[in-house]
């Protein structure tokens, strides 16, 4: 009787399942190399802000709900990076991955439960003349129900489970890495447009120089004193300017249209106003490099495969044992409905079976095998991913601290370079000297002052790939559990 087997099977499903036991080895997190302390000194500017106590405890605290942009106070800034996580379609794919990954959770969890069919048919066959002189029209009714559990006795289903949710764990990682990526780069090529912004000006100023220079020349020329080959130079000058100044106007219409699509718009829609870059990167906290582990979002991606991939190898190894799979049928038939469900119309069936795998050839062997240099391949992913990141941390720390050193050069360099420009045009005026001394301290001058725009662009680029090397406002309390992953919604 189906009802009797249902009574039986709830009775010993606890069995079952307090014996079960799950073969294989338990997860423990590898221990990537960490350094007590990162090599590189941050620049002098983020050592006063920690003198004066502006250094969270926990790095992330510093960018409120990992806006790590508002550091910059640009509101235009703000806002173009408010579109990356919600428009960007790069990262609306690793959203879409991620729901994807969830999903598969919940395919792999159902194979813990019994999986119940149902088959109803009805069927009409016509008898023809016979010996016995039967004939006519004969009508079956069928209602069977079917029954089938696999109970998971040796936790390969369960594991299964488990590795499932820690790859959506790294899927959800993907995902946040993805953000930081586009944020990261939508902040860099906004830099580097302004940057060109800072170099027109300049160059703009220096053309206003140069046309009163070739005034001058040209005076001097019409009264006898100078040569045409000063007003030739003097030309040379100008013009020359006056082109690298409008060859600028492709670089930053490039940049524009790259921070339209990465805000997911079309660069139609997207327009931003010239606008010079003035102060110098802003303290960004540190930490320390065991904090690393926690605030970026590529490290978890590592660490959860490397989970996943230990499910595996536990998977590998419950093949070596039987499977038990407990099935049923109960229903009704009949030749009509009226007698469908009377009590001679009921059938039922209910047995176990149990299978063993007694010889192939090394298979599972080999499957264990395979699955445990996978697993040794991903913590040596892990380990790498991790000692890449302290890499970048400090390369860009190294950067920043060099180019603060490098820039108070410049800074010196600018001053000097304006001075031998007004020392030089003096003597040209004087007559003491030819326009070529003139022109070369007008080139030495006007490569320093780009030099040092350059820099402060390149200073502004450092401090946010520092952001993302160090994982922007991302760490991993911020990753969704095992329980997370498993919900529908």
């Known amino acids: ?192 447009l302004h940057g060109i912004d800072g170099d027109a000006d300049l160059l703009k100023r220096t053309a206003s120089s140069y046309q009163e220079y070739l005034t001058l020349t040209r005076n001097r020329f019409a009264g006898g004193i100078a040569s045409d080959l000063d007003v030739a130079q003097a030309e040379s000058q100008l013009y020359g300017t006056q082109s690298e100044l409008i060859d600028l106007g492709i670089a930053r219409a490039q940049f524009e249209h790259a921070i339209a699509v990465l805000a997911g718009k079309p660069p139609s829609e997207i327009s931003i106003g010239p606008a010079l870059l003035t102060a110098p990167p802003p303290p960004i906290p540190i930490g320390v490099p065991s904090q690393l582990l926690e605030r970026r979002p590529d490290i978890a991606n590592s660490e959860r495969l490397v989970a996943a991939a230990n499910e595996q190898i536990g998977i590998a190894m419950a093949a070596f044992y039987p499977t038990l799979t407990l099935s049923a049928s109960a229903g009704f038939t009949g030749g009509s409905l009226a007698k469908w469900f009377s009590l001679p119309s009921r059938f039922w069936s209910v047995g176990p079976a149990l299978a063993e795998t007694l010889f192939d050839a090394g298979l599972r062997r080999a499957v264990v095998a395979e699955q445990q240099a996978a697993y040794d391949a991903t913590v040596a992913t892990y380990r790498q991913t991790a000692l890449t990141a302290f890499q970048q941390v400090e390369d860009q720390l190294a950067s920043l601290r060099i180019m603060e050193e490098e820039t108070a050069k410049v800074a010196q360099t600018v001053t000097a370079a304006d001075r031998a420009l007004t020392v030089s045009t003096a003597q040209y005026k004087a007559g003491t000297t030819d326009f070529l001394t003139v022109i070369t301290a007008q080139a030495t001058l006007v490569t320093a002052q780009r030099t040092a725009v350059e820099l402060l662009t390149r200073r502004l680029v450092s401090s946010v790939s520092l952001v993302q090397a160090l994982g922007g406002g991302w760490d991993a309390s911020q990753m969704p559990t095992q329980t997370d992953v498993r919900k529908s919604n």
Request: proline share 7%.
């Open 1 to 192: 009787m189906p009802s009797t087997f249902l009574k039986k099977l709830a009775a010993i499903t606890p069995i079952l399942l307090s014996s079960a036991c799950i073969v294989g080895p338990n997860y423990h997190r590898p221990a990537p190399v960490i350094a007590p302390a990162y090599k590189e000194a941050p620049p002098e500017a983020f050592k006063e802000a920690q003198a004066a106590g502006l250094e969270q405890a926990n790095p992330s605290d510093a960018f409120a709900k990992g806006k790590w942009w508002e550091i910059y106070k640009d509101s235009t800034l703000n806002s173009l990076e408010e579109q990356v996580s919600i428009s960007n379609q790069n990262v609306l794919m690793a959203d879409a991955q991620y729901r994807q990954a969830k999903a598969l959770v919940r395919v792999a969890r159902s194979s813990l439960f019994p999986t119940l069919t149902a088959g109803p048919s009805i069927t009409q066959e016509h008898l023809g003349s016979g010996s016995a002189n039967v004939s006519g029209t004969r009508s079956a009714f069928s209602l069977p129900l079917d029954v089938s559990w696999e109970p998971d006795l040796w936790g390969s289903i369960r594991r299964g489970v488990t590795a499932a949710a820690a790859t959506a764990q790294a899927s959800y990682a993907l995902l946040e890495n993805a953000k930081l990526l586009y944020q990261s780069e939508l902040a860099t090529d906004y830099f580097q």
